[in-house]
């Protein structure tokens, strides 16, 4: 199957709009929501938004939206003239919230016997924000504990010898591959960071990136 038959055509498209840093934010205060809760309200959504967002929403472009062009303005015109603060947050928060729909990152549904309303994440949306957010944080690669899990399942799959050894095989193949993607991903990284050495414009700078920079996400990775 191919893979605009699993995820809306438009899915990326707040992600190339003016606005796809405050877009990107939204999508990590979404994942936030769905890592704490059982089920998201609406509500909640639209206030940890507005905690987290607050300055940034500020900034808003509705100029290089899609959909109605009247609702964006009156969004624009609210913004900018005459709005509370707390106002313009919430406004802006509801706006965003209603272009993750239409681009099919979020549905909203009622809740049983409730008018509140809820959201909910397809199973590609979380996947996918989530290796966004694995982009931006600073994780160590588990190399160490790849070897070690994959050979404890071999060694138990030798010794028992029972109903689960197939189990155990898959699972320490699974982990090895794993570790190769991590190993063949620092090597590329290797080569970026001599790469990017050649852009640097003065000689503290070279040093700067071979000695701290190369030293702690690449040199001390490998050993």
Known sequence: MKLFDLIPENLFSILASKNKRIYLEALFVLRKAFKQEMVISKTD??????ASLDEMMLDLDFSDEDGSPEENTQY????Q??????G?????????IRRLRETGWIDVEYQVNSFEESIT????????????FSLTAEQAAEYNSRVY?????????????????FTALSSAYEKT???L???????????RYHQALNEYATVNDVLRGHFDEYKSLISDRIY
């Open 45 to 50: 959504l639209v206030a940890m938004l507005i």
């Open 88 to 96: 313009t947050l919430s406004a802006s928060a509801h706006f965003l």
């Open 121 to 132: 994440l397809p199973d590609y949306s979380i996947k996918i924000i989530n290796l966004l």
């Open 81 to 86: 003239n005459g709005g509370s603060s707390h």
């Open 181 to 191: 993607d991590e190993l063949k991903t620092l090597h590329n990284n290797i080569r």
């Open 177 to 179: 591959m794993q570790l």
């Open 149 to 165: 899990s994959a050979y404890s399942d071999l060694r138990t799959a030798d010794q028992e010898r029972d109903d689960f050894m």
């Open 76 to 79: 624009t015109q609210y913004t």
